[in-house]
């Protein structure tokens, strides 16, 4: 026995507590899943369907001004075909202005923008790499449109997107509006086709927080803001796309998703690259959500607290959760000795996760294995991005997505 004080805790009391502390971590990972995953979206769900459904404002009388602000590093080889779709759009063409922000690249992107031929399109070139939110904050005071819509270097907008875009700005309440991610790719090739269903999931459940209020990050590779919003300057090590929800909320607007306004985004052709991807992402959102923590207080902001807290920090605290299917087995071994299959199975996972990253990238993964090895690639890219916070590290230097260029049709 042991004595705390004039108290005796007993044998049999201080294996009951070992062996709930193992049933905790074992059912912490569900619970927060659970919860992510299956009941935030039914209540919010739920709530979105006692709300009027969104609708896009008229088209105005006279099309504003729009400046399309791509921050570039070294993408010569994609650049030129979205400069020249971003400008075949269905808006007007002398409403139209391009800012390219090239971060110090050391490629052909600045020549390719300087020699455009089309003087609607304009370079700002950084006088050293910064990464991507220093050249937004630079971007700043060489807007001209009134609006500004943010895209990719990698990615296409169809002919009709940019205008819905704007209409939603329209609307004297929203200060941003967000795009509809279509993830497109080589099925016969690559080996990261999961993506395309969780980012299909993702705009469904953007679209019901639209209902309810606002959505609480923009689509990095598609999304317009008011001029003044996009002004506001911000720590360079944070995603600005997740951000600029937040800015606009705290500025009293509505941030929307606009589901007439479709990009299409190439996959990242391997898991390997889906690995690099998703850390880098999540760790910088880690970053943000916690410069953000203020927009979790419901006392101020309401619902939208509430859906940041869901559909950010809870997703996010998932992924160390995932320890405990390793290590919580261990305190039930004389109670629930079936436990050891959840260890079993997370160190298999990971050996599957392991067997990707050295899959060939010439070879396409087998289907057994390419959405397993997307789940176990995701978990260790949450923890990556975890421990880039828990050690307080400065975010590394911004590396564009290595997306393939889309032979997608864009009708």
């Known amino acids: ?37 299956v009941v935030y979206p039914v209540l919010v769900g739920a709530w979105a369907r006692l709300r009027p459904s969104y609708t896009l404002p008229p088209e105005p009388a006279e099309w504003p001004l729009v400046t399309i602000l791509i921050v570039a590093y070294n993408e010569e080889r994609r650049l030129r075909r979205t400069l020249e779709k971003a400008l075949d759009t269905e808006y007007p063409a002398d409403k139209l202005d391009v800012l390219v922000v090239s971060d110090a690249s050391t490629d052909g992107t600045d020549a390719l923008v300087r020699d455009f031929g089309d003087p609607r399109v304009r370079l700002l070139r950084m006088p050293e790499r910064k990464g991507k939110a220093a050249g937004e904050n630079a971007s700043s005071a060489h807007l001209r449109g009134e609006i500004v819509v943010s895209i990719d270097a990698s990615i296409l907008i169809p002919p009709g997107s940019l205008k819905p875009l704007v209409r939603a700005l329209m609307d004297p309440a929203v200060g941003l509006a967000s795009g509809r991610d279509i993830s497109v790719g080589d099925e016969t090739r690559e080996g990261n086709k999961a993506e395309s269903s969780y980012v299909g999931l993702e705009m469904q459940l953007r679209a019901m927080e639209t209902r309810v209020h606002s959505i609480v990050g923009a689509s990095g590779c598609f999304y317009a803001a008011r001029r003044h919003l996009h002004q506001v300057q911000l720590p360079e090590e944070l995603a600005r796309d997740f951000a600029a929800a937040s800015v606009a909320r705290a500025h009293g607007y509505r941030a929307v998703s606009v589901d007439e306004a479709t990009c299409l985004v190439p996959r990242t052709p391997t898991l390997k690259a889906e690995l690099r991807r998703k850390s880098r992402t999540m760790g910088r959102g880690l970053d943000t959500l916690l410069f953000l923590r203020g927009m979790m207080n419901p006392f101020r902001y309401g619902s939208y607290a509430w859906m940041m807290a869901s559909h950010k920090l809870v997703r996010w605290m998932l992924f160390p959760a995932f320890l405990g299917w390793i290590v919580g087995p261990l305190f039930l071994l004389e109670r629930a000795p079936w436990a050891l299959l959840l260890t079993a199975g997370m160190l298999v996972g990971l050996a599957l996760a392991r067997l990707v990253l050295t899959w060939p990238d010439d070879r396409k993964l087998p289907k057994l294995v390419a959405f397993p ?39």
């Open 1 to 37: 026995m042991l004595h705390v004080g004039s108290r005796v805790i007993s044998a049999r009391e201080r294996r009951s507590s070992v062996e709930g502390f193992g049933w905790f971590l074992v059912a912490l990972p569900v619970l927060l899943g659970g919860y992510a995953f």
């Open 373 to 411: 090895g997307y789940v176990f690639i995701s978990i260790v890219a949450g923890w990556k991005a975890w421990l880039h916070l828990l050690k307080q590290e400065k975010s590394a230097m911004w590396e564009p997505t290595q997306r393939p260029v889309t032979e997608a049709p864009l009708a």
